[in-house]
C-alpha cells in the first residue's frame, strides 16, 4: 500500500513560506511582485486555469495584471504587447496562457518574453540554462515534482528514474532536473519497446504522456516513487472525472508513493509559478 504525496498540503504550506516573504519584501524594500498574464481567446479551460492563478497571487498578496485580447489579435499586436510588458519594470513575470489560436507563433511568443520575466521557464535561453546546470528559472509542473521528490525522498543519488514522456514542457526538463539529482535517468515514450518493462526498472516513475490511465499498476516496482503528471478529462459511470496518467487504484497497491489526481501535481504547478514569481522580483532588484 502506497503513501499518498499530498501535492495540495505541499503546496498550501509553500504558499505559507511565499507570504510571509512577500510580506517581507514590501515591508524591507517597497517592493511588490507582480505578474503579467495574457490570455488569447475565450478557451474555457484557459479561463479556469487563468482564475486560479489569479486566485493564488491574491492570496499571496502578489501584483497580478490581466490582458486578455480577442482570439483574432494578430501576431505583430502579440509582440508588441510582450515587448510592452518586457519594458514594465513593475512587471516581474510574464505568464502568456497556452495553447495560443492556431494563427498565433507560440515559439515565437515565448522566445519573446525576457528571461529574466520567463516564470513559466519556457524561453529557449532558461531551456539551455537548465541543460548545462546553469541558474535559471525553472519549468513550473517538474519544478513542484522534484520539491515533493525531494521532500520524500531526501537525497535522490543514486536511484533509477523512469519518465515516460518527452515534451519540452515537462519531460524533458524533468529529465534534466533529476540528472543533475544524479538520478540515472532514462526517458521513454509511447513508442519505447518493452515500455512495461522499462517502467518497471523505475525507483521513481514520472507519467507525462497525456493518456488517462495509460501506466498500469504492475509497470510499477514494489515500492517506488510515482510522480502523475497527467490530468485528463474522461467520462465514466455518468460522471466527468478527472484521472490521471496512472491507472491509480491498481497503482497504489505497488508503489511506495504516489501522487493522486486531483490534488497531486496540479496545485504544486500553480504553488510554483508564484515561487517563480517571487525569485524574478528578488532577482530584478539585486534582492539575495
Not at 493564488?56 to 495584471?65: A, N, T
Not at 497531486?264 to 524574478?280: D, E, F, K, S
Request: proline share 5%; glycine share 10%; hydrophobic share 40%.
Amino acid at each position: 500500500m502506497a503513501i499518498r504525496l499530498d501535492g495540495k498540503a505541499f503546496a498550501d504550506g509553500l504558499c505559507e513560506k511565499l507570504i510571509t516573504e512577500v510580506e517581507g519584501l514590501k515591508a524591507a524594500h517597497g517592493l511588490r511582485p507582480c505578474i503579467a498574464v495574457v490570455l488569447v481567446g475565450e478557451d474555457p479551460a484557459s479561463q479556469v486555469y487563468v482564475r486560479n492563478k489569479v486566485k493564488r497571487c491574491e492570496q499571496l498578496g502578489i501584483d497580478s495584471i490581466e490582458h486578455r485580447p480577442a482570439d483574432n489579435i494578430t501576431q505583430a499586436e502579440l509582440m508588441a504587447l510582450i515587448d510592452e510588458l518586457n519594458g514594465n519594470d513593475d512587471v516581474h513575470g510574464i505568464l502568456v496562457q497556452l495553447p495560443l489560436p492556431e494563427h498565433l507563433d507560440e515559439d515565437q511568443v515565448i522566445n519573446a518574453i525576457q528571461p529574466e520575466k520567463d516564470v513559466d521557464g519556457f524561453n529557449l535561453l532558461n531551456v539551455g540554462r537548465l541543460s548545462v546546470g546553469q541558474k535559471g528559472l525553472l519549468p513550473c509542473t517538474p519544478l513542484g515534482s522534484m520539491m515533493l521528490l525531494k521532500d520524500h525522498l531526501g537525497d535522490l543519488s543514486g536511484l533509477n528514474a523512469v519518465v515516460v514522456g518527452r515534451s519540452n514542457i515537462v519531460g524533458k526538463p524533468m529529465a534534466q532536473l533529476l540528472l543533475r539529482e544524479n538520478c540515472t535517468v532514462t526517458i521513454a515514450h509511447s513508442k519505447t519497446k518493452n515500455l512495461a518493462d522499462v517502467c518497471r526498472s523505475a525507483d521513481i516513475l514520472v507519467a507525462a504522456v497525456g493518456r488517462p490511465r495509460f501506466v498500469q499498476g504492475d509497470w510499477i516496482k514494489p515500492g517506488a516513487t510515482v510522480i502523475d503528471v497527467g490530468i485528463n478529462r474522461i467520462e465514466e459511470d455518468g460522471k466527468n472525472r478527472l484521472v490521471g496518467d496512472v491507472d491509480y487504484d491498481a497503482a497504489f497497491e505497488h508503489a511506495g508513493a504516489i501522487t493522486p489526481v486531483p490534488g497531486g501535481i496540479g496545485p504544486m504547478t500553480i504553488a510554483c509559478l508564484m515561487y517563480n514569481t517571487v525569485a524574478a522580483a528578488k532577482a530584478a532588484n539585486k534582492i539575495e
